[in-house]
Nanobody, 124 residues
Framework: VQLVESGGGLVQPGDSLRLSCTAS????????VGWFRQAPGKEREGVSC????????IYADSVKGRFTISRDDAKNTVYLQMNNLKPEDTAVYFC??????????????????WGQGTQVTVSS
């Protein structure tokens, strides 16, 4: 499966963005899909992921209550709605997919398929 992220950009603190991760080459409905991010000079970290089977999701503590992950399998797309963005959310955001996990987790090296990333910059 090939993944392409879109929707990044430059926004001000408090603004919102919705990122999209669109798949080709396979349907997403058998994959757990995760969002990761990498800020300058930092390691990549898990943000959120969503189950294929029942839409369960998990979030990093830093984004709970502000970010929402969702999926539209008819469009082969997973979304990350980001509200109340903060400067510390500035990063390249990547989506990743792996055959459905029995237990959701945001462990980078357990995801096989990755997109190229989209830049999100939060600055006044």
């Amino acid at each position: 499966v090939q993944l392409v992220e879109s929707g990044g950009g430059l926004v001000q603190p408090g603004d919102s963005l919705r990122l999209s991760c669109t798949a080709s080459g396979s349907t997403l409905d058998i994959y757990t899909v995760g969002w990761f991010r990498q800020a300058p000079g930092k390691e990549r970290e898990g943000v959120s992921c969503i189950s294929a089977a029942d839409g369960r999701s998990i979030y990093a503590d830093s984004v709970k209550g502000r970010f929402t992950i969702s999926r539209d399998d008819a469009k082969n797309t997973v979304y990350l709605q980001m509200n109340n963005l903060k400067p510390e959310d500035t990063a390249v955001y990547f989506c990743a997919a792996e055959y459905e996990f029995a237990v959701l987790r945001l462990v980078e090296n357990e995801y096989t398929h990755w997109g190229q990333g989209t830049q999100v910059t939060v600055s006044s």
